[in-house]
């Protein structure tokens, strides 16, 4: 995660992770070998944000996440 100021007022900020993972490796005797031997999924999640303080009490920021 990254965050800083643009101006007095606006920041921006960026976050970058993987929420999940899942990996699957049958063994020779199982069953599900014939359906598949190996699945892999993975995800990436990109989060950019955007905040604006109004005063000292108050920031309000809000963002979007892309996978």
């Known amino acids: 995660h990254f965050s800083t100021p643009i101006t007095k007022r606006w920041s921006f900020g960026i ?3 993987t929420p999940f993972g899942l990996n699957t490796r049958y063994d020779n ?3 599900a ?3 598949a031997t190996t699945s892999k999924i993975m995800t990436m999640d990109i ?3 955007l ?3 109004f005063n000292d009490q108050l920031s309000l920021g809000g ?3 892309v996978m």
């Open 15 to 17: 976050g970058v992770n």
């Open 63 to 65: 963002g979007l996440d």
């Open 51 to 53: 905040a604006f303080k």
């Open 47 to 49: 989060t950019p944000g």
């Open 33 to 35: 070998r014939y359906v």
């Open 29 to 31: 005797g199982s069953v």
